[in-house]
């Protein structure tokens, strides 16, 4: 500080108090007083003031799976099982999808009331986007409700206690088939149903669509990974249980399904 005169530190210790109270981090003050980090930090030390450490700030809602009690809760829930990707040795979750879908991550970045941005990617020809949340209390709640680090091969569904009303499950269900299903129409225009996914929990869906369904290995060694199928009046079935006056679905599957009540 000897480079400024005792008028010129009173000056500069202001502008560093209203600008911390303001939420500035130390870089950032640095930046915008042009001096260095050092001279904040010894400003601030001797104003007896913390610097806000925006690493440390949580920047999204991670109590929102605390109790699953909402439509939009069980949904996107359900989608994380499909397509989430919850750290083995870290905490960080991250929902990739791809480009087209960017509409799709920026509802759920809405859902967690994030701060965090969207990121983009380009591999080849395939264009992605994806969110990252990092924060130890969300990870281990998402793994007490069944969405563990390395799923895909041992997935269970979950224990229906979950949910504080039962028809919770469907937005659920709605929201795995966004992630891991495929809804497709036959050549006479009625619609089809796929829904990739462990035999465990693919057998939970089976318990709620009982004889709606059938079950089929997919032809991979060493694999779990099993395929339910149906089509025609259970396909109509279904799609109408899931996605009638639902709130929240991906767009361009709930789209086939609006075609096919105008089929019908």
């Known amino acids: 500080m000897s480079k400024f005169t005792k008028a010129e530190k009173v000056i500069i210790m202001n502008k560093i108090f209203n600008l911390v109270n303001n ?12 001096i260095s980090m050092s001279t904040v930090y010894r400003c601030c030390n001797e104003m007896n003031i913390k610097i806000p450490n925006h690493h440390n700030i949580l920047k999204f809602d991670n109590t929102v799976f605390d109790n699953i009690d909402t439509e939009e809760k069980a949904y996107w829930l359900g989608f994380l099982y499909a397509d989430g990707n919850v750290g083995l040795k870290n905490n960080v979750i991250t929902l990739t999808l791809a480009e087209k879908d960017r509409e799709h991550i920026q509802k759920f ?12 990617k380009k591999c080849g020809k395939y264009k992605s986007c994806s969110l990252s949340v990092c924060n130890k209390y969300f990870r281990e709640r998402l793994i007490s409700l069944g969405c563990i680090p390395q799923k895909s091969l041992v997935l269970q569904f979950p224990n229906l206690s979950i949910f504080q009303d039962s028809n919770l499950v469907y937005d ?21 149903i796929n829904i990739l996914g462990t ?17 089929h290995k997919l032809k991979r060694l060493k694999s779990n990974v099993w395929i339910l199928r149906n089509c025609g009046k259970n396909a109509d079935f279904v799609s109408t249980k899931l996605y009638k006056n639902a709130n929240i679905y991906l767009e361009r599957k709930y789209n086939r399904f609006v075609v096919l009540c105008r089929n019908v």
């Open 23 to 34: 939420n500035y981090s130390a870089r950032e003050i640095s930046e915008y007083l042009n």
């Open 109 to 120: 970045n809405a859902f967690l009331k994030n701060g965090g941005k969207i990121y983009s």
């Open 172 to 192: 659920f269900i709605r929201g795995y088939v966004d992630g891991d299903g495929c809804l497709t129409f036959s050549r006479c225009g009625r619609l089809s």
């Open 199 to 215: 035999k465990e929990f693919l057998n939970g869906i089976l318990s709620i669509f009982p004889n709606l369904f059938t079950l």
